[in-house]
């Protein structure tokens, strides 16, 4: 258990459709990322927030956009869901702003039907 | 922008074989590299990291991993591997304050 937890584990939904995914880093962790893992595309970086501020962006679509709460919680808002956002969606914390050992979630399995 | 190559998507080797993952990336300046594992059914965590100084790091499970920045690479080892290392491994790479890059993956199938 690597302390960094997301809900929900699984969600099916529609295309069209908008989610939302929730992920609350490791005590005292400061800085949240989101990735997006599918199978042709591996292993994406999404966006990064530390104490509230968005940090670095990757690959993240316009549709998708993330926020970062004062109590550091973070939640990835996907929105125009269409069958190809269907993956797993990981969220990692770690301390610093700056890219060190980060410690992933479990992930959050998104089904687009 | 930076790259993060992974030539091997698919190993499979018997128990108690060598293992060397490869790893390469394209950004010529200082970098921070990890190894991570990917257990099947679970999230990722971390195997090893390089930061500076000793380019051999030692990992978890007996892992290892050689920093050759003339060959911008960070090949990841294991003289003898068991059926329990059989999982997914992602090389990553950072430069300073930049985003994390991942390789691809490769994916470490075990046979006892």
């Known amino acids: 258990d690597s302390g960094v937890t997301q809900t929900p584990k699984h969600l099916i939904t529609a295309t069209g459709q908008r989610v939302t995914l929730r992920c609350s880093p490791r005590?005292?962790?400061?800085?949240v990322y989101w990735y997006q893992q599918s199978l042709d595309q591996g292993l994406q970086f999404l966006i990064q927030y530390y104490n509230g501020e968005e940090r670095a962006k990757g690959n993240i679509l316009e549709r998708f956009s993330a926020q970062q709460f004062p109590d550091l919680h973070s939640e990835l808002n996907l929105s125009s869901l269409e069958l190809g956002d269907s993956a797993l969606y990981f969220c990692?914390?770690?301390?610093?702003?700056?890219?060190?050992?980060?410690?992933f979630g479990p992930g959050t399995r998104l089904t687009v039907l | 922008a930076q790259s993060v190559s992974q030539h091997n998507h698919h190993v499979i080797l018997s128990e108690a074989a060598s293992l060397e993952l490869g790893c390469n990336y394209s950004y010529g300046g200082t970098v921070n590299l990890f190894w991570y594992v990917q257990y099947p059914g679970q999230h990722l965590q971390l195997l090893l990291k390089?930061?500076?100084?000793?380019?051999l790091v030692k990992g978890i499970k007996g892992f290892e991993a050689e920093f050759i920045k003339s060959k911008f690479s960070f090949n990841l080892r294991k003289p003898s591997v068991q059926w329990s290392d059989t999982a997914e491994y992602f090389c990553?790479?950072?430069?300073?304050?930049?985003?994390?890059?991942f390789g691809t993956g490769t994916k470490l199938q075990v046979i006892p």
């Open positions: 005590s005292g962790d400061l800085s």
């Open positions: 990692a914390s770690s301390v610093a702003p700056t890219y060190n050992e980060q410690f």
């Open positions: 990553a790479v950072t430069q300073g304050y930049q985003k994390v890059t």
């Open positions: 390089y930061f500076s100084g000793d380019p």
